[in-house]
């Protein structure tokens, strides 16, 4: 009994570590204009410090994992919290736009690779059968941040100043810096971990496959997400102050998204689950572009996109640690890059139609054609699978 209280208090650490993540990733969409003209800057400049976190998360999550292997998870978990802490509270003292640019990159560094670590602790800290559940408690820190720390940290920054929501995760940097100290267990890295090397977990072919399925699908969501707002104004004719409703809905979605995303990787294959979540994400944004002009069913769409989105996270981290045997660590770090490079593309790729004078409904098209590429190359990897698993018989048999 006490050790199932203890693992789930390491459990509440990581989901601790993923809000305060969670807050300096999407805080800074909210103070955008109160940072541009405090530092004198344009708005699409400002814009950078959201690219140079993603950028932080790419390059960090493979690095730091590389080169914390041979710590303990509970170090590394110690150390990554520490990193955060201290650059995103810098953030809150930059001056100028290259000053903050480059905090913001150091900000991102730890991102990757303390959900890919946390994400692998997580099942090991779990009861036989439940390791989605237990990845689905350290991302609902992620989705919870987006219900009542973005707008609490947008709320701080627009009254007072920007600095003080860094400094606000600057703060919860602090809490998980606790609470991993004194409730993460030492647990000890397998052996067979240790002899797997990292170049080795890099020529994995079905763990790429996986990470473009990432990059891919989730970029459809990224796709409706990155223009939720100028959709609720322009298109469904609503008043600015429903585009904060509109996303605590969208982050409300996520939080029920992320749980019933775990438990369909219990009741499927975490890749058939990913499969049957892109599918509908597909149908559902469809949908959006022919009621987009009605207000009220577009905001009951977005807490229904919202939580569709988040049925992906937990069943493709899974697949990915079953598929990167030897070096989970490794690779379930590179799958959160992958997850802000479909951020970034998705972003980038749904702006194309609109920048051509296609209209904003269109970036739920392209969110659309992304999750439904995102559903061939899942089925493609389950196909290679199928002919490996009949090939591997058949050698059996002839011995």
């Known amino acids: 009994m006490d050790a199932i209280k203890s693992n789930k208090k390491a459990l509440f650490a990581l989901a601790i570590g993923g809000f305060g993540i969670g807050l300096t990733e999407f805080v800074i969409m909210g103070i955008l204009t109160e940072v541009s003209g405090s530092l004198g800057i344009t708005i699409p400049q400002a814009g950078h410090f959201i690219a140079a976190y993603a950028l932080g998360v790419v390059v960090g999550a493979p690095l730091l994992t590389g080169l914390g292997s041979k710590l303990t998870p509970k170090k590394m978990l110690f150390l990554l919290m520490i990193w955060f802490t201290v650059f995103n509270t810098l953030s809150g003292l930059a001056t100028g736009y290259t000053s903050l ?32 559940q237990a990845i689905s408690i350290m991302f609902s820190g992620l989705t919870v941040a987006n219900v009542i720390g973005v707008p609490i940290g947008t709320y701080l920054g627009q009254q007072f100043s920007w600095s003080v929501s860094f400094y606000l995760v600057g703060f919860v940097g ?35 496959a996986l990470i473009a399925l990432t990059t891919i699908g989730t970029g459809g969501f990224f796709a409706w997400y990155s223009y ?18 509109a996303m605590m809905l969208a982050g409300l ?56 989105s988040f049925t992906v996270a937990t069943p493709i981290q899974m697949a990915i640690i079953n598929t990167s045997k030897g070096s989970e660590m490794l690779g379930s770090s590179m799958n959160q890059s992958a997850f802000n490079m479909g951020n970034a593309s998705g972003a980038y790729l749904a702006g194309l139609p609109i920048a051509f004078g296609y209209g904003i409904i269109y970036s739920s098209l392209v969110g659309a054609i992304l999750a439904f590429s995102g559903v061939a190359i899942a089925i493609a990897i389950l196909i290679v699978r199928k002919r490996k698993e009949a090939k591997y018989r058949k050698m059996a048999m002839s011995c």
Do not use: Q
């Not at 004194?182 to 797997?196: H, N, Y």
């Open 253 to 308: 979605g996520m939080v029920v998204g992320n749980f019933l995303g775990a438990k369909m990787a219990e009741l499927f294959s975490p890749l058939k689950a990913v499969i049957i979540s892109l599918s509908v994400m597909c149908g559902i944004l469809l949908l959006n572009m022919i009621i987009a002009t009605n207000p009220y069913l577009l905001m009951v769409l977005t807490f229904v996109i919202g939580a569709i």
């Open 228 to 245: 939720v707002a100028p959709l609720i104004t322009d298109v469904a004719g609503l008043p600015n102050h429903f585009v904060g409703y």
């Open 101 to 132: 640019l480059f905090m913001r990159f150091l900000s991102g560094i730890p991102h990757g690779a303390f959900f890919g670590i946390g994400a692998v602790v997580a099942t090991k800290l779990a009861k036989k059968g439940k390791g989605a």
């Open 174 to 208: 602090l809490l998980a810096l606790g609470s991993i100290y004194l409730w993460m267990p030492k647990i000890e890295v397998d052996e067979t971990e240790e002899k797997v090397s990292v170049s080795k977990g890099l020529k994995n072919t079905e763990l790429w």
